[in-house]
């Protein structure tokens, strides 16, 4: 028998052609597909008729009146479906549920990108890898309106129910303006209904955190319908209690304890700033409102002897309006003293902007922020009852107490 040298086995070997072979395969594989959802199909249709196609049976309940194409998607590629029509019934799938629920999908992540400040180049990247159909600028432009116009529709819902609680805040993105980058500020506001859930109450622009800006944003909330306010939660924003005052002249204002620490640390040596903390952290401990007072002119006096007689005023000429929340119920305290709970929307905001960097506009940068504080309202963020109201019953007449 003839040796065979290596070099002759090697040249007498088949070489196969990996990507022919891979797109043979992808062809049967999405030819397998098509055939098989439109017999499912035709199988639909012959139940709702009671009979196949040209049998004659006493059970038939309805005849074939042709049939339409429409396009599915799936993981192996784009299939052409042959809808069958039906005489007098409306023919109906799982299948095209399906579908329609695929297309949802797909239409909502599209906005969700656009509106996350994903490119329009990288969109259609995406959408290609993902459904191996790449949208073009026009779907995503479209798309894009019609996002906008559901974000102001939501912007602009009547406000329905009572709201004891409302926590306001605002934060500065930037945008372009004339080649330059300018600030816009968006303001927002949350509440907590009778019911004890949170609520998104609303969001709008305002070109700096002022009176005017302010005014403008309860006038729209007051608009809407909000009502029946005992507690408004925020930080010192200029114009702010003004503002109030102005629209909801019966509410109580709480200057978040959270500002109010740092408001004083800002004239503390920052060696300091832990023991001064735990000094002021004392005031907002005691069990009642003549307590604190009492507690924050210690507390005062304790800072002068530190020698620093500037944290020692601070704390003096703005203490009474962080002691608001000791009119309510003490189960409530913890939650309204502070403005936490909307300042860690308000970070969430910022974190999922960041990407945009400086917006066309101010309306784009609205639009951003309303899309996501309106995702975060339909999460467990808005599902879980924030607190128990039955106790603020007992609390009807707070401009009373106050007084």
Not at 113 to 139: C, F, H, K, N
Not at 158 to 169: A, N, R, S, T, W
Not at 302 to 325: D, G
Not at 335 to 340: G, S, V
Request: proline share 2%; net charge positive; hydrophobic share 40%.
């Amino acid at each position: 028998m003839e040796d065979v040298s290596k070099e002759g086995l090697s040249g007498s070997m088949i070489k196969i052609d990996e990507g022919l072979v891979t797109n043979h395969l992808n062809e049967l594989v999405l030819e397998t597909v098509e055939q098989t959802l439109n017999g499912l199909l035709e199988a639909e249709a012959d139940r709702l008729c009671g009979a196949e196609r040209y049998e004659r049976s006493e059970t038939r309940q309805d005849t074939r009146a042709g049939s339409y194409e429409r396009k599915l998607h799936t993981k192996a590629g784009e299939v052409t479906l042959k809808v069958p029509k039906l005489r007098k019934m409306t023919f109906e799938t799982a299948i095209i549920e399906r579908y329609r629920r695929r297309e949802a999908s797909i239409e909502e992540s599209l906005i969700e990108m656009y509106l996350a400040g994903v490119s329009v180049r990288r969109i259609e990247d995406i959408t290609e890898a993902l459904w191996g159909t790449r949208v073009s600028p026009g779907t995503v432009s479209n798309l894009n309106k019609k996002a906008y116009e559901n974000i102001e529709a939501w912007r602009n819902r009547p406000i329905e129910g009572e709201y004891p609680y409302v926590y306001l805040d605002g934060i500065v993105l930037k945008r372009s303006w004339a080649g330059e980058v300018r600030n816009v500020s968006i303001l927002a506001a949350i509440g907590v209904g009778l019911d004890g859930y949170r609520k998104v109450l609303g969001i709008a622009e305002g070109e700096k955190e002022d009176k005017a800006g302010w005014s403008n944003f309860l006038a729209h909330l007051k608009a809407r319908g909000l009502k029946g306010i005992k507690l408004f939660i925020s930080d010192a924003c200029m114009g702010l209690l003004e503002s109030i005052a102005e629209y909801y002249p019966e509410a109580l204002w709480q200057r978040c304890t959270v500002h109010f620490y740092r408001h004083v640390f800002s004239v503390v040596p920052r060696g300091k700033v832990s023991e001064v903390a735990t000094m002021l952290k004392s005031i907002h401990a005691c069990e009642d409102k003549d307590s604190a007072l009492q507690k924050a002119e210690a507390v005062s006096q304790k800072l002068e002897q530190m020698k620093l007689p500037k944290a020692a005023e601070k704390v003096r000429s703005v203490i009474q309006e962080t002691l608001s929340y000791y009119n309510f119920p003490a189960n409530h305290w913890r939650k309204i003293r502070t403005n936490n709970t909307l300042e860690r929307i308000m970070k969430e905001i910022r974190r999922r902007t960041r990407v945009v960097g400086a917006f066309p506009d101010g309306h784009s940068a609205l639009m951003l922020s309303a899309a996501r504080l309106r995702h975060i309202a339909g999460t467990k963020w808005g599902l879980q009852k924030y607190m128990d109201m039955d106790e603020l019953s007992g609390h009807q007449d707070i401009n009373q107490m106050v007084a």
